[in-house]
């Protein structure tokens, strides 16, 4: 066992790695596409592994306390592949029509497969690692790889959007280094060995002879600037952009794991936070504050869109918002949040998935041309409808369920106001979708523009595509399995939830 | 001793207003180097923490990278694009001077309630990080072309990594190399963007030049 938690842990981030590589040897697009399944399902297969060794025998700590998987770690590992075996599965269908066009060239699949897998293997450094200075190399390296994922079709608008993202996302990480900076800093007085002063658990341990001032002073930089990764408003500008812009299995990574990695750096943060200032809140009242402006924000956003693609990427505002926000009521929302985590990131990357297909058959993701999609494309019509109701909370998806369990702590603990805008925010969000929803669903195509898209190809392989991520959601928002309840329990108790 | 750390920390300052204050890209990129290089050097000046190799191989490698790769992958981005002077920023020449004064004037009035604690030799370390963070930052938002912003970002790395200096008494080497390794990788990337958007945008623009001729 000694031998396989240090070994394991690495080869979790070096099997992407590989994997990226191998990508440019191979010599045809649909090749590529069929790996990166192949890839991913034999990544799942680690992840499972060293996600029953922390559920069994408590976290691994290996490779001289450089690497770590913890509850909270290894859920989050756990959500990271659910959403990149969906964008693998989706994608194969994705390119295929490009590829017939020959715009999905060879060369162009080679890149797309690398930095795919590359991406995956800096966001695995994030999780895995147990030094937050490694932690900041994945976080950075996830916004280098995942660039040129946006302009996969280059055009002058998603060449903007990257550049937007580049900058805005790199100045956000430096921030962020400014923090982990103050952090070490802060450790001058507890005595530990300067080389160790940046792993998390050492910190932890001597949380109690922390400089407070200095560790707060951090904990805003770390907030701000992996904020600005997770698009916590008000840095969240580069986000619609990026999401908008990107092809519909990459606007999946986006959405479901990448704004999660980057908000993982904050929550591994807030114990230390916490637990330095002495459990007073502070930490979590900042939460709070950005967890409400974002959701607020991106209700007014949703409102008066008419990008499908820009709605749903608001809505990853709304969401992220919804799990920062539970996060900071602390208690049973840190557990809500964490669920909340899991139901959105399947809903989200199945229903950017889908609204890629839909725009891809309309030639465009405006939603007042992309009408009466149920009878046009039903398959991709009807997930999309579907997601975009599980989004907003319809009653039996899990997500209503989890924002639920937020709105209760919140009344619960006496916080009427914080309840009170997360209901108005919420409400906003569900009337804005909902009647975009509607129009997409039911009105009919205006005049004959309809003629020249033709219907789109319905294979029945697609159907589970959308059939199964819907139905883990039903299922879940009806009855949670018991071990996936102690899971997120034992993740939540980490960052400060029920224990 | 602390003569010459404070001189190099003053020609920081200085080319931080050369940044702010010329339109030129080319130059912009060789002040930039310059005050990279000073920055990468700054460990090894005399009268800071003791002098081991491996702080010194660093810093070389740092000066290096600061000092000449990077500029040169940005003057190669630069002779491909076809834009040589910064014509029309958001944020004016003049302005711009005056923000950055009144930036440095915020970083001592900052430092001094800050009270950090500060491990370098110099107590002005700390100031003159805070003045290039928010000249970086200055530069990132203030200018239009794409490699100005480029600079503004590394000018904002040198800030912070002067910050470190000052406050951190040591990070791990393999944390150091990383970190240099990805800011290389992220100046290797935005030289590709730089050199896309461009092919992009004049590609767009020899089209309009083609159906205006019809």
Redesign the interface.
Known sequence: MAINTNLILPLLVALPVIFAGVCQLLSSAVVILRFCVAGVVLVAFLVCWAVAMVFHNGAIIADGKWLMLDSLSAYHAVVMIIVFVISALFAVGYFSDEIDKNEFTVKIARRYGSLWFGSMGAMMLVLVSNNLGTMWIGMEATTLMTAFLICVHRTAASLEAMWKYLMMCSVGVAAAFTGILLAAASTGSAGINSTDALLWTNMMASAKSLDPILIKAAFIFIVVGYGTKAGLAPMHSWLPDAHSQAPGPVSAIFSGFLLNAALYCILRFLPLVEAVTGNTGWGRGILVVFGLLSILVAAVFILGQRDVKRMLAYSSVEHIGLIALGVGLGGLGVFAALFHMLNHSICKSMSFCCAGRVGQVYGTHDMRKTTDILRTVPVWGAGLIAGILALIGVAPFAIFLSEFIMLKTAVDSAKYWTAGLLLAGVGVVFIGALRHAISMAWRPVEGNGMADVGAGKVSLSDVPLIVVPLSILLVLGLWMPQPLATFIIRAAAIIGGLS | MNLLMDSILVLLIIASFMLLSSSRLSTCIKIGALQGLMVGLLPIVPGGSALTYRVTAIAVVIAGMKGFVFPYLLSRTLRESNTFKETSPYVGYTASIFIGILSLVASFWLDSR?R??VAAASRLVIPVAFSM?MTG?LM?MGRRT?VN?VIG?LV??NG?YT??LA??????L??EV??L??MF??VF??G??IY??NR??DH?DSDQLNTLKG
């Open positions: 800050l950090l604690p963070m930052l990132i794409a912003q970002y904002m790395e912070i910050f470190g406050i951190v008494r040591d990070v791990p393999l944390v990383g970190v390794m990805d990788v992220a990337v935005m590709i963007a896309r958007i992009e945008f767009i």
